[in-house]
């Protein structure tokens, strides 16, 4: 891996959630994802009652995530894209993912799971940030959903 490679990747593990895009009926769309990196892929866990995860299989997507609400100083975006196929975790990836939620926007969360070997991987920092710490701590916004 490219020392780019290997930093994008350490950046998405700091943080545990991201954003799938593809396109669906020919529209483009996003979807929020669990993730984590297991041996330079990237596993993603969604609920499936969306469907969005059909879109995503055996199409080429792009997934970022970014630290953007954690206060920090230093921003940045990280963006993987790959091909998306449907898999089955392993007991170590469960594990690494965690409890997920009980329900989705009133459904029961059933996950699906989709891995992305990242073919193309973008960076950008955002230095400097004089925002930080002037809207509060990142506990004082917590997520609305967890996946």
Partial sequence: MSPEELHAIELLRRVPYGRVATS????????VARHIVVDGRVVLRMH???GY????AGSVVAYGADN???GEAALWTVQF???AE???PTTAELELF??????VDGEVFDPVYMRIEPQLVTVHTLPGNQAAGSRGSAADRPY???L
Wanted: aromatic residues 12%.
């Fill in 81 to 83: 894209t790959g091909t």
């Fill in 86 to 88: 449907l898999v089955e």
């Fill in 68 to 70: 953007f609400n954690s």
């Fill in 144 to 146: 609305l959903h967890a």
């Fill in 24 to 31: 669906m009926r020919a529209l483009p769309f996003l979807a």
């Fill in 98 to 103: 965690g409890p997920g939620p009980h329900f």
């Fill in 53 to 56: 995860h059909r879109a995503c």
């Fill in 48 to 50: 499936s009652g969306f």
